[in-house]
Nanobody, 123 residues
Framework: VQLQASGGGLVQAGGSLRLSCVASGRTSTNNGMGWFRQAPGKEREFVAAISWSGGSTPYADSVKGRFTISRDRAKGTLYLQMNGLKPEDTAVYYC?????????????????WGQGTLVTVSS
């Protein structure tokens, strides 16, 4: 499975961005997927996840109410709609896929990772 993330960029605080992640290769509709991020000098952290059915969508407390994760299984694409962006959201955002229907926020449960897309929020 190959994952290609896109949609990052520079935005002012309060603005919005929509990240996309296209899955290709030996994909399965049973893959749980998620978004993680890594800010400079910090460890990679969980942002949001979605089960293969879309019925489970946990979020990190820091993004709850501002970010929305979704997926289009027919297109093999994962999305992250980010509204109300803050400077502390600045990071490289990574999409990930698991060989299971749901992996939540557990980094170790994900088997495939995209290359990351940089989001920079200016104050």
């Amino acid at each position: 499975v190959q994952l290609q993330a896109s949609g990052g960029g520079l935005v002012q605080a309060g603005g919005s961005l929509r990240l996309s992640c296209v899955a290709s290769g030996r994909t399965s509709t049973n893959n749980g997927m998620g978004w993680f991020r890594q800010a400079p000098g910090k460890e990679r952290e969980f942002v949001a996840a979605i089960s293969w059915s879309g019925g489970s969508t946990p979020y990190a407390d820091s993004v709850k109410g501002r970010f929305t994760i979704s997926r289009d299984r027919a297109k093999g694409t994962l999305y992250l709609q980010m509204n109300g962006l803050k400077p502390e959201d600045t990071a490289v955002y990574y999409c990930a896929a698991a060989n299971r229907a749901y992996s939540g926020g557990d980094y170790a449960q994900y088997n495939y990772w995209g290359q990351g897309t940089l989001v920079t929020v200016s104050s």
